[in-house]
C-alpha cells in the first residue's frame, strides 16, 4: 500500500513539470527564425497582386469584348440579309423560270387612228408582234404631233398672208417627214395581215412567218420612227405642263411612259 501511494505521487509530481515546461515562453532565437518566416510571408504576399484588384480590373475588358463581339454579329447579320436580299432581286429577275401566263398582259384597246388595221390584227400585233405593237403607239402618238404642227404653221400663214412663203417652206419640212413616215408603216401593216391570215389557216406555218417577220418589222418601225422622233422632240419640249396637280400628274405620267 504504501509503494504504491509513493508511484503514484511521483507521477503527479512529472505531470506537472511538464505542464510547467509547456507553460514556459519560447526561446528568442526560435522566435526570431518563426518572425522572420512571418517577414518573408508578409514580403511574398506584397508581391503577390490582390486577386480583388485583378478582378476589378478585368471587368471592364470583358465588358468591352462582349459589346465588340455584338456588334460584329449585329453588322454579319446586316451583311446576310443585304446578301440575301440582293441575290432573290438577281435570281427573281434574271434566273428564276419565267411564267408566261402571270407575265402575259392584258390587252386593252387604245384609238390608233393613223393605223389602218382592223381591230382583230391590231391585238394580234399586240399578242405576236409586242415590239412592233409599242412601235405602232408611238408611230400613231408621232403622227398627231405632225398634224399638230401642221396645223400651227398653217394658222400662223392666215395670221399674215404677206409672209406665206416662210410659213410653206416650214409647212413642207414637216409634211414630208410626216408622208415618210406614214409610208413607212404602210409597209409595215402589209406583213402583218398576210401573217394574220395565215395563222388563221394554218397555225403551225403561221407561228413560223411570225419567227421570222418580228424582228424585221420591228426594226422597220423603229428604223422609220428615228429621225421623226428626232424632228419632234423639240415640240415635246416646248409644250406647257397643265396647271392643277392632277393634270400636271397626269400630263407628266403620259410623257415618261408614252
Same mark, same amino acid.
Given at each position: ?21 509547456k ?10 527564425g ?40 449585329? %453588322? ?11 441575290s ?16 402575259? &398582259? ?15 390584227m ?8 409586242p ?5 405602232m ?17 398653217d &394658222? ?16 413642207k &419640212? ?5 408622208? &415618210?413616215?406614214?409610208?413607212a ?22 407561228l413560223?412567218? %411570225? ?48
Amino acid at each position: 500500500m504504501l509503494g504504491f501511494g509513493k508511484k503514484k505521487k511521483k507521477e503527479n509530481e512529472k505531470g506537472e513539470k511538464d505542464s510547467l515546461k509547456k507553460d514556459l515562453p519560447e526561446s528568442p532565437d526560435k522566435d526570431k527564425g518563426k518572425g522572420k518566416d512571418k517577414g518573408k510571408g508578409k514580403d511574398k504576399d506584397k508581391d503577390k497582386p490582390d486577386p480583388q484588384d485583378s478582378s476589378e480590373k478585368k471587368i471592364p475588358e470583358k465588358k468591352k469584348r462582349k459589346l465588340f463581339s455584338k456588334k460584329l454579329v449585329f %453588322i454579319f447579320l446586316l451583311v446576310l440579309i443585304a446578301l440575301g436580299a440582293s441575290s432573290y432581286v438577281v435570281y427573281t429577275f434574271y434566273f428564276a423560270p419565267k411564267n408566261p401566263e402571270t407575265l402575259k &398582259a392584258t390587252y386593252k384597246k387604245i384609238e390608233l387612228k393613223h393605223i389602218n388595221l382592223p381591230e382583230e390584227m391590231i391585238k394580234f400585233s399586240f399578242d405576236y408582234f409586242p415590239d412592233l405593237y409599242v412601235a405602232m403607239i408611238t408611230f400613231n402618238k408621232e403622227m398627231d404631233l405632225f398634224d399638230k404642227e401642221i396645223e400651227r404653221i398653217d &394658222a400662223i400663214a392666215q395670221k399674215y398672208p404677206d409672209q406665206q412663203k416662210i410659213a410653206d417652206k416650214e409647212k413642207k &419640212a414637216w409634211e414630208k417627214a410626216k408622208n &415618210a413616215l406614214e409610208k413607212a408603216f404602210l409597209k409595215i401593216e402589209k406583213p402583218v395581215k398576210e401573217t394574220y391570215v395565215l395563222l388563221r389557216v394554218n397555225k403551225e406555218q403561221g407561228l413560223s412567218q %411570225i419567227q421570222t417577220k418580228n424582228k424585221e418589222l420591228t426594226e422597220l418601225a423603229l428604223t422609220a420612227l428615228t429621225p421623226a422622233q428626232e424632228m419632234t422632240q423639240k415640240l415635246k419640249s416646248t409644250q406647257e405642263v397643265p396647271e392643277g396637280v392632277i393634270q400636271g400628274t397626269i400630263y407628266k405620267l403620259k410623257k415618261k411612259f408614252l
